[in-house]
C-alpha cells in the first residue's frame, strides 16, 4: 500500500482535479440525460418494489443508457474517489496507529462495483427480476454508504488532528 501511496503522491493535485471534474461536471450530467429520474445508486437500500417502479419510470431507452453509463461512470468514479480518498486518508494518518483506514476507500469501490453489476443486471433482465439478486444489491449498495460515510468522518477528523498537530508544532 505504501507504494501506491508514492505512485499517487505525484498525482494528487490531477487527481483531485478529475475529482472536482466528476463532481461538477461528469455526475450533473449523467443525472441530467436520466432526466433526474430515481436510480437505484444513491438509495441507501432498496427492494423488489421499488426496482420495478424505477425500470418502469426509465423505459426501455432509460434502462438502456442506465446499463451503459454505469459500465463508463460506476468503473471511473470508484476508482477516482477511492485513490482521492485514499491519498487523503494517507497524509492525514501518515505515521499514526489509524494508518489501517487506508484501506477503506478500496472497500468501498469494490462495494460499488459489486452493487453495479447486481443492478445492471437487474435492468437487462427486467422484467424477469429476481428477488435474491435485489437483496443483495442492496446489502451491497447500504454497506458502500456505511462505508463512504465513515471514509468522509476519517477524513475530517484526520485533517482537523492534522491541522491541530501543526498548530501546535508551530506555536
Known amino acids: 500500500m505504501l507504494r501506491l501511496y508514492e505512485v499517487l503522491k505525484t ?14 461536471l461528469v455526475l450533473p450530467m449523467t443525472n441530467d440525460y436520466l432526466n433526474d429520474m430515481q436510480t437505484p445508486d444513491p438509495m441507501f437500500s432498496y427492494g423488489r418494489e421499488d426496482i420495478i417502479k424505477i425500470a418502469d419510470d426509465l423505459g426501455e431507452e432509460g434502462r438502456s443508457h442506465y446499463i451503459y453509463s454505469r459500465i ?7 476508482v ?3 485513490c482521492t480518498s485514499y491519498m487523503l486518508l494517507s497524509i492525514a494518518f501518515k505515521g499514526t496507529r489509524m ?3 487506508i484501506v477503506l476507500p478500496f472497500v468501498g469501490m469494490l ?9 445492471m443486471h437487474q435492468m437487462y433482465a427486467y422484467p424477469n427480476l429476481n428477488s435474491t439478486m435485489i437483496n443483495i444489491g442492496s446489502i451491497f449498495t447500504s454497506m458502500k454508504w456505511i462505508v463512504l460515510a465513515s471514509i468522509g468522518v476519517f477524513i475530517v477528523t484526520g485533517i ?3 491541522l491541530y498537530g501543526y498548530i501546535n508544532r508551530v506555536k
Do not use: R
Open 11 to 24: 498525482k494528487m493535485v490531477p487527481l483531485l482535479g478529475v475529482f472536482l471534474l466528476f463532481v461538477l
Open 72 to 78: 463508463f461512470m460506476d468503473i471511473l468514479w470508484p
Open 80 to 82: 477516482v474517489y477511492a
Open 99 to 101: 494508518m489501517g483506514v
Open 111 to 119: 462495494l460499488d462495483f459489486l452493487e453495479n453489476i447486481t443492478m
Open 160 to 162: 482537523v488532528f492534522s
